[in-house]
T-cell receptor, first 113, second 112 residues
Framework: EPEVTQTPSHQVTQMGQEVILRCVPI?????FYWYRQILGQKVEFLVS????????KSEIFDDQFSVERPDGSNFTLKIRSTKLEDSAMYFC???????????FGPGTRLTVT | KQEVTQIPAALSVPEGENLVLNCSFT??????LQWFRQDPGKGLTSLLL?????REQTSGRLNASLDKSSGRSTLYIAASQPGDSATYLC???????????FGAGTRLFVKA
C-alpha cells in the first residue's frame, strides 16, 4: 500500500537555526498538508498546498514558516529561525483528487534546544 | 470557528467489550469527517472516512456514524482487543476549505 514518508524522523537543532523537514507524498496525490502536535496536545493544522501554492494556512503559520515542492516530488516545510516553542511532532499529510481522506506520514520529531 | 470535542478523554475497558467513542463539532457545514488511530509517539492511521452525505461507514470491527445536523459522530468498536489500545482522533474538514480540525482524542486502554 502506498505511504507518505518523512525525513528525518528526529531533528535536534539549536534555537535560531533553520530547519527543513521533508515529505514524500503518495505519487498521484495533489493536496499536501503540514500539521504539528506539541507533546500532549491536539494535532494542529499549519498549511495546505495545492497546485504549487498555499491554499490555506493557520495563524500558527507565520513568516517564519514556508513550504515548497522543490523538485515536483518532495514537499518541504522550512522554519527559518527556530524557537523553543517550535518543538513538536510535525506531520505531513497528502490527499488525492476529490473527496478522499488524508494519509499521514510517520512524523518528524523536532527538538529545539 | 469550528471546534471538535471528543468524549471521553480516556477509557479503560476489559477485553471483549463493545464500546463507543464520541465526537462532536460545532459547525455542521462539514465536507467530511475522518477517524484516526494514533499509537504513542507514532503517526496517524486512518480508520474510517465519512462524507457529509453519508450516515455511516464500516470496516471490520469498526463502525462510524455521522449525524451532521446535530454535529455528532460516533466510533463503535466491537469485541475490543488489547491491540486496540491507542488514542482515537476525530477530524473534521470544513466545507469550502482545506483546513482539517482535530479533536483532542480519546485514549483507549483495553485490558487483557
Amino acid at each position: 500500500e502506498p505511504e507518505v514518508t518523512q525525513t528525518p524522523s528526529h531533528q535536534v537543532t539549536q534555537m535560531g537555526q533553520e530547519v527543513i523537514l521533508r515529505c514524500v507524498p503518495i505519487s498521484n496525490h495533489l493536496y499536501f498538508y503540514w500539521y504539528r502536535q506539541i507533546l500532549g496536545q491536539k494535532v494542529e493544522f499549519l498549511v495546505s498546498f495545492y497546485n504549487n501554492e498555499i491554499s490555506e494556512k493557520s495563524e500558527i503559520f507565520d513568516d517564519q514558516f514556508s513550504v515548497e515542492r522543490p523538485d515536483g516530488s518532495n514537499f518541504t516545510l522550512k522554519i527559518r529561525s527556530t524557537k523553543l516553542e517550535d518543538s513538536a511532532m510535525y506531520f505531513c499529510a497528502t490527499r488525492g483528487q476529490g473527496a478522499g481522506g488524508q494519509y499521514f506520514g510517520p512524523g518528524t520529531r523536532l527538538t529545539v534546544t | 470557528k469550528q471546534e471538535v470535542t471528543q468524549i471521553p478523554a480516556a477509557l479503560s475497558v476489559p477485553e471483549g467489550e463493545n464500546l463507543v467513542l464520541n465526537c462532536s463539532f460545532t459547525d455542521s457545514a462539514i465536507y467530511n469527517l475522518q477517524w484516526f488511530r494514533q499509537d504513542p509517539g507514532k503517526g496517524l492511521t486512518s480508520l474510517l472516512l465519512i462524507q457529509s452525505s453519508q450516515r455511516e461507514q464500516t470496516s471490520g470491527r469498526l463502525n462510524a456514524s455521522l449525524d451532521k445536523s446535530s454535529g455528532r459522530s460516533t466510533l463503535y468498536i466491537a469485541a475490543s482487543q488489547p491491540g486496540d489500545s491507542a488514542t482515537y482522533l476525530c477530524a473534521v474538514r470544513d466545507t469550502g476549505g482545506f483546513k482539517t480540525i482535530f479533536g483532542a482524542g480519546t485514549r483507549l486502554f483495553v485490558k487483557a
